[in-house]
């Protein structure tokens, strides 16, 4: 195991962590630190995995600025079969990111060159911090005020995470000015915001046989709801062999959850535009608005690199368990189906995934 632009080792939490973490946040790719193994790749493992990962957490969420809400995980793995803490890190939306101690200056900007952390040029933080300056969900405004979270709490409570008084500050609800933001608007128990489910006949619009909108309340209940719907509709088909019954689905259902959540956590919702799903009696196509994230290239993007465009709510729906490890949504997809059912478009992404409707090397099949 060796050190390179997107891996780096640590043995122990030293006085450089943020600094590693600062260059990774303001990388084009992100990357991944490994605390328990040296410098030279050789695994030693952690002794108090529960207290190292409560101080990293800690530690980015205290040290870092502005927020890394969303754009980091901390996860154990075992290697050689020892324990090591795996921290993987998206490429942050807000760069130039810094250590809160250091400020927005040579000695507190990082990035990730080659295999090591170097200080960012005072050209290069202005750059950045001229490209952070636009509108993100955290600082729009709620284009409502009463905004309720009986719902939020609701699944909250179901996956035994207490909100307490403060959660629309710690969950970043809310404006700087301490009014409810945009994040906190998807969110509340009702809205204006609504994602469209359509069917279609045959392959292309002409006959439209279903057209249901799911929102106007809390976007984790609408998704939660889209997901239903497209798990009835995604057919089960078996076959009967001999020895054992074979079953598969339309589409794969775990490629087509992740491409379903992706476009819900990733869509551009300041335009106005959500995401649409279109059933058709070929594929099923799922668009989201925005296109790539400014910065994220399309290489980047089938090397499953993370640069979440709402880490607001990329944090919820993690909390949701909607999402697991950052990036890992691509890879499922990626594992089942090839680049060609990605389409890109300055504005647009979609996913348009082939349906099948039988076993097609046999015919005795049963609809399940």
Do not use: W
Request: charged share 25%.
């Amino acid at each position: 195991m060796t050190e390179s632009n997107r891996i780096e080792y640590k043995l122990t939490l030293t006085d450089k962590f943020e600094r590693e973490v600062v260059a990774f946040l303001n990388y084009s790719e992100g990357g991944i630190i490994y605390i328990g193994v040296d410098n030279e790749g050789n695994i030693i493992g952690v002794n108090d995995i529960d207290d190292t990962q409560l101080k990293i957490v800690d530690r980015i969420r205290n040290n870092i600025s502005p927020s890394t809400l969303g754009l980091f995980d901390v996860v154990l793995e075992k290697l050689e079969d020892k324990p090591v803490v795996k921290i993987i890190i998206s490429s942050g939306t807000e760069k130039p990111y810094y250590i809160k101690s250091k400020g927005r200056s040579e000695s507190g900007c990082f990035i990730r060159v080659g295999n090591s952390a170097q200080p960012m040029t005072s050209q290069m933080i202005d750059v950045l911090y001229q490209r952070y300056n636009r509108i993100t969900l955290g600082r729009m405004p709620s284009p409502r005020g009463g905004l309720t979270f009986r719902q939020l709490r609701i699944y909250y409570d179901g996956k035994g995470l207490e909100l307490n008084e403060r959660f629309k500050s710690s969950l970043e609800m809310l404006t700087l000015d301490g009014s409810d933001n945009y994040v906190g608007y998807l969110l509340a128990d009702e809205n204006g915001v609504s994602m469209k489910v359509a069917k279609y006949a045959g392959t292309d619009k002409v006959d439209l046989i279903e057209n249901e909108e799911y929102g106007y309340c809390c976007l984790v209940k609408a998704t939660e709801r889209i997901l239903d719907k497209l798990t009835v509709e995604n057919k089960t088909f078996a076959k009967i062999t001999p020895t054992v019954r074979l079953e598969k689905n339309m589409v794969n259902k775990v490629a087509l959850r992740e491409a379903v959540i992706n476009a819900i956590v990733h869509n551009d919702y300041s335009s106005g535009v959500t995401p649409l799903i279109e059933l058709y009696s070929d594929k099923i196509n799922i668009t989201s608005y925005g296109g790539l994230v400014d910065g994220m290239t399309q290489e980047d993007f089938f090397s499953c690199y993370s640069k979440p465009r709402n880490r607001e709510l990329m944090r919820i729906f993690r909390d949701m368990e909607l999402v697991e490890q950052i990036g890992s949504g691509m890879s499922r997809i990626l594992k089942v189906y090839d680049r060609s059912i990605f389409k890109f478009t300055p504005n647009f992404l979609t996913v348009s995934f082939p349906t099948e409707e039988s076993f097609v090397e046999n015919n005795l099949f049963n609809s399940a």
